[in-house]
């Protein structure tokens, strides 16, 4: 991959899946694991389960929350289960690996898992780019932690080994691009300026502020922004904070 | 899937892992568990691993031989790794769902899975039509046991479920939106209202505009607003214009 690929696991309760995923990864030839808040870890059940890739647990970075884990990334993917309140933009793991394979090794992409038995709260969802959804059977819909991190990487492999023999895929929006991406740490920044800002204008109420954040945090990400345009919105939220008449 | 398709294990070592066997095939939607000799089944350590697709376990057929479990099947697959000492037909999961997928209902397929420390002996490869190779990094080649049978069941699953939807065109965000794109129309009078309020708040300066509204119709149109979004994001520009202090 030229791209490169962190995987990261939020408080997993099981450390035989996080060896469970370590294998997995290393059997696809990824190697960059982070974990955020684990039970327990190190563990000698994620030694057992990891069968030779130790190496990998050996290197695992821990981090105690995920805005950390992610900070310095420009995509962010979240795995999700369908049918989440406010809808954001949902792809396959091929769709995934579509839009992430043609980046340029400069890029980071972390994609992130939850916990065994309820995934990815609301909030961390919302600081995704992208939610990936595994097309699992809606009855029995609940992958093992290891499973759904063996078929993401195996998709994103996959589109590797098949990019070689082909000519160069364009990334989604067309372009070539001039300007590195925002990674996670400006865009939180940006949407605390931005929440600021709206209720300085009387836009948001933080009474009630409804899901006009995760709304616009939908919009925002989906268009995947750069450095120079968080810096021109960033701009204008400081602008209209500055015309803004005292308040009485 | 119309095509029936079984998968067999042979003389699997941990019973755990014909649990986690039976998990990965009941997250894909499969049903049809066939075991050849297994060391240790039924077995607690199956059932815990299962998560709930226990009736799986509980219908697995187990057989004797490999003769026999897939004696009334007509395609049958062997996993393998690379470098058989006698060329087969090989093809990688996409390849083999591609093969598979547009059978009719009536075709048996087994796909059949070794043991997890040395896989199909030749004799079994040389039952099989095709083998299929996951593929895995070569330095570590081996995936566990239940990962195998993830990738393939995901792979006969994917190639299922694109031809059901191959008429429909997803947008761009692979998912059914809730709410109607935002049309040209309205993209322009969001335009125009936001230039508008950019110069109220002195950021825009209409003799020397430079490229701001180029990089910001370039920042939204990329994320195809909806009519909701652009609502929103007209209801900021108002709420701006309207806390702004007078102009002296």
Redesign the interface.
Known sequence: MSVSIRIVLVNTTHPGNIG?VA??M????FDELHLVAPKKFPHVNADA?A???TDLLENAVVHETLEEAIADCQIVVGTSARGRHI?????????LASIVGPLSAEKKVAVVFGREDRGLTNEELHLCH?HVH????PD?????L??AV??IT?EL??AD?YAENNEEVKP??GTDWDIDLADSADLERLFTHMEEA?V????LDPENPRQ?MP??RR??L????DK??VN?LR??LT??Q?????KD
Chains 1, 2 share one sequence.
Do not use: C, H
């Open positions: 469970g294998r997995a290393k059997n696809m030839n389960r069968s030779g890739a809808p954001w933009p949902v792809v396959d793991p091929r769709e992208y595994i097309p699992s059977n029995f819909s609940s992958l093992n290891a499973a063996q078929v195996y492999r996959m080994l989604q929006w709206l300085d204008i009387d836009f006009l709304r616009l919009l925002y989906r268009a995947l922004p120079v345009e021109v701009g204008i602008a209209t500055k015309a803004q008449k005292p």
